[in-house]
């Protein structure tokens, strides 16, 4: 079984792929997406934009398509970035400026909240990661599965794996960020990583 996922980020096909072959799927990206418009993400939330953009790429191709729309969320800072993780710091937005764009938001607010007038005291960094996998084939959803895993942001980045707010991102359980974990490892505890075995449990599941 192939799988084509909708994605140009190279980071979520190498823990994609090292995932689906414990099952014998291959993933494969999209033919041609370099070359294919990207899909317009506006949706609401991190569903809308996954089915969305899975719908439009099943109509590039045959096979079974799937993509995901994922972020992380502080607390804090009223759930964002959310949706808007990737772009955060605008639109072409690198990995480090989104993550400086944080720290500078989160940093903003903890200042404000230390002012003795305020009486407010400085609010953890607690936040979560957010992914939502959608599986399209033929312009039509066959199921959309979720993720969730929850962390703290750091003062100062951690790691150098991962991608993304990774180094930021540390996860209790393991005493360590997500850039401080090796791909299988930090891909069994995501986000990612619980969304895609649901997936792949669908996938793998004897008709009825």
């Known amino acids: 079984m192939i799988l084509y996922l909708a994605s140009t980020n190279p980071g979520k096909l190498k823990e994609f792929r090292e995932a689906a072959q414990v099952c014998g799927i291959r993933v494969e990206l999209v033919p041609g997406i370099a070359d294919i418009p990207p899909c317009i993400e506006d949706g609401q939330t991190f569903e809308e934009n996954a089915r969305k953009k899975a719908l439009y790429?099943?109509?590039q191709t045959e096979g079974m398509v799937f993509t995901d729309d994922s972020g992380i969320c502080v607390d804090a800072l009223g759930g964002a970035p959310g949706i808007y993780s990737a772009r955060f710091a605008g639109p072409q937005a690198t990995d480090e400026e989104n993550n400086q764009k944080l720290f500078a938001d989160l940093g903003a607010l903890e200042a404000n909240a230390r002012r003795p007038a305020s009486g407010v005291a400085p609010p953890l960094r607690s936040a979560h990661y957010i992914c939502v996998v959608a599986l399209a084939q033929h312009d039509r959803i066959l199921i959309t599965t979720e993720g969730r895993a929850d962390g703290i942001i750091l003062a100062a980045p951690r790691g150098t794996a991962g991608f993304g707010y990774d180094p930021l991102f540390f996860f209790p359980p393991l005493d360590k960020?997500?850039?401080?974990?090796?791909?299988?490892?930090?891909?069994?505890?995501?986000?990612r990583g619980e969304a895609f075995r649901k997936?792949?449990?669908?996938?793998i599941a004897p008709a009825e």
């Open 57 to 59: 790429y099943s109509r």
């Open 177 to 191: 960020t997500y850039a401080e974990l090796a791909p299988e490892e930090k891909f069994r505890v995501s986000h």
């Open 199 to 203: 997936l792949l449990e669908y996938l």
